[in-house]
Each structure stands twice: as structure tokens, then as C-alpha cells.
């Protein structure tokens, strides 16, 4: 697959309506990359393997290798309370006193985590950050379950700024990214613009969205970060390599890098693209081997990026707008498959018939920051209606109604699939009834 991986590349891409894309492999002791489309549609500036593309939630794993460089150095333990290190954090319902630092990592924390306000492009901006999470509100009780959480990386990385005495750029910069020996990054616009920086398409049409910056306050997270898609697979063959670098500079040690490879908490419901569990920052998959990675997005860019050490293999794609899942389905994970040998799972698809269950337990209205639901029976389904919250909104999302018919257990997966993928919800059901839904979130019913 590797002598034709530029043409099947550009084939899919052209079929999927890809505006740009690029891949880094490292298979067999060698690196291949490839590039297709354009970084920008309103320029036509050509992508190419040097370009720089936002990575979104990519970044957690590098805020987290981050704090187990403070663990390494014995200045954070890991189930010591954030506020320890940090003691203006704090959340609506006073939860911050037993809320770790391994919590955090975890998703674990229990508040809501889909925050992003806008404190400005000042180093105070993680500062302003924390004041404003005072109103974070209760999801559920530290430790009790996991849902996925960019709030508390962004205190990740304000911890880190603290305990560093400087920003979370500044400890990026210095105690990883050139430490690993990166180039082709960037972690403010200023930085982006010296390379072909990538911008979002967004829209069936693929339209390049009209802002490009994101708030720095939610950076640690992954708002800002910029990669080209190989030095994702250089940060994982760090990790394969026992915490070292390629020129033999160690970055974490052997024990950090096994811990953050280690199953913490489960994730709940069909895994599809989501892990089977969480490691610390990492997600762990089920494929038939030790696989770990971690995906991302901003406004129309995509991040996919998966390490196999025992097959020696990583790879890592960035796409900027629509025909992601085309990509992912098409050549990424063939390409996994053939090259690292990986039983990797397809996605979960509808029953031809789908079982009756009783939907009673399962109804009603469930909230979050970002968005909310609300969910009905209909036709021996449930018909889930998503009402954006104020950030999906400016991000162009929009009410749908959406039909979903039993998976397994108290999964519902969607009746029709979009871009490919048919979309699963997993219900929490305590004493009979549900209490949340579970998207990769956990949303609390109202």
C-alpha cells in the first residue's frame, strides 16, 4: 500500500470532497508522508508535507506529558487535590477539595467540561480562566465516571504554567517541543504564519471559515496548537521509546510513560472512534494489540493519530474540512491494517431488525454547556433532538432531529449514518432510570 499511498491519497480525497490533507506514517523503520488539496481554498496555497494544521484535542496529550514531567521531577503527585498547586481553582458545587490531579488526566473530574470562554490573549489569560470556572456546574462526583472534559485541561495547563512560574507556551515550547526535536509547529497565530498554516472548511461545500483564531485560555486543551502531521508521529515514538527522543534526550521516564499507557477508566458505550479506555491524557483501543492515540478538531480541521509498539508503527492525518470520515475509512485505517497488522474494528452499524426494548427509562431532557438534548419515543426508537448550546452555534451548528434504534444493552445507535458513521449514544441508568447520556460526555438529565 505504501508505493501507491500518494495516489490512493489523492483519489480519496477528490472523492470525498477533501479541501486538504496530509499523512505521516512510521512503518517499517522509515517515515512516508503525503500531502493533497490545499491548505486554503480562498488562496489555493498547495498543501504540502511541511504544512501546519490545527490539532485540537490532540494537544491533551501533550499538556499531560507536561504535568508527568513535574511528577518525574517530584513536584505534583498525581492524587494530591489540584488545589495544592493551584489554589484559586474552583467549581460551583465546592467539589474542587477532593478533585485530583489524576482526575483531571482522567476526565474524571465532574464538572462541566465543554467551556470555552474567551479571557483574552494576555499570559493572565489561564488566570482569568480559572475565575471563570467558579461556575463550572456539577456533572457528577470526582472519580464517579468518565466524561470527557476540555475544562480540565485548561487547569492542567494553568497548573503547569504555576508551578513552572511561566505560560503553558513557554513550558510547550522548552520542555518538549524542541527537546523532542520538532519543526514544524506552532502555538499562536504568529508562529502559524511562517509556515502554510492550514484554516478551516466548513459546510457541505467546504467553505473556508471566516475566523481562524481560537481563544488562547482554552490552548492547553487543544484551541491553539499547530502541527505538521509527522511530529505527532514523533511524539509517538517518543512514547514507544520509553520517554526518549530520536537524538536520545529523555522527555519522561519509563514509569510515566508506562502509567499514561495504562488503563485508568473505562469509557462507557460502543467505542467506534472513541477509546475502549483512558489512560493518563491517552486513549487505549482495543485492537487486537497495544494501540494508544488520541483524535482532535477545531472548526473544520481533524486530527487522527494512532500508535502500535509492538508493530513499531505510527501514523498521523490532518484534515482541513469536510471528508474526514472518507479519509479515515478509505486509507487511514486500511493502511493500519496492512502495514502494523492490527485487528481493527469497523464501525458499528444498525441491526437489520433491531431489537424492541422498552424506551420508557431513556426519555426526557438531558443538559450540557454545549448542547442539550431532548429525546422522545417514536416508531420503536428514540427520536434525539440536539439543541446547540452558544459555541455550537457560532460554530455553525445547527437543531436536528435525529432517529436511533437499539444497539446492545443501553446503547442506541443512529438509524441513517452521516459522512459514513452511524452515531451511538450510551444511557447511565441508575436505579431503573436513566441519569445521563453518554456521548463521549455525560450529559445529566434536567
Known sequence: MLEDLQKRFDEAATRHGVPGAALAVWTGGELVEVATGVVNRNTGVETTTDSVFQVGSTTKVWTAALVMQLVDEGLVELDRPVRDYLPEFAVADGAEKSITVRHLLTHTGGFDGDLFEDTGRGDDCLDKYMAFLHGAGHVHEPGALFSYCNAGYCVLGALVARVRGTTWEEAMRERLLK???????????????????????????GTVFPSWQMPRSNAPAGSTMCLAPRELVRFGRMFMAGGVAEDGTRLLSEESVAAMRTGQVDVPGVSG??????????????????????????????????VAPGADFAIAMTVNGPGFMGLLTDVALPLIREAAGLDVPDFPVPAGTPEVVDLTAYTGRYDGPALSYEISEADGGLDVTLIPGEFMLKAGGAQVTTRFVHYRDHSFIAAEPEEGRHETLTFVVEDGRAAYVHNGRALRRA
Open 179 to 205: 527537546r523532542l526535536g520538532a519543526t514544524n509547529w506552532a502555538l499562536l497565530p504568529e508562529e502559524a504564519i511562517l509556515f502554510r498554516a492550514s484554516a478551516g472548511h466548513v459546510g457541505p461545500e
Open 273 to 306: 472512534l472513541l477509546a475502549d479506555r483512558w489512560g493518563l491524557g491517552l486513549e487505549l483501543f482495543d485492537w487486537g494489540g497495544e494501540v494508544f492515540g488520541h483524535d482532535g478538531g477545531t472548526i473544520g480541521q481533524s486530527t487522527f493519530w494512532r
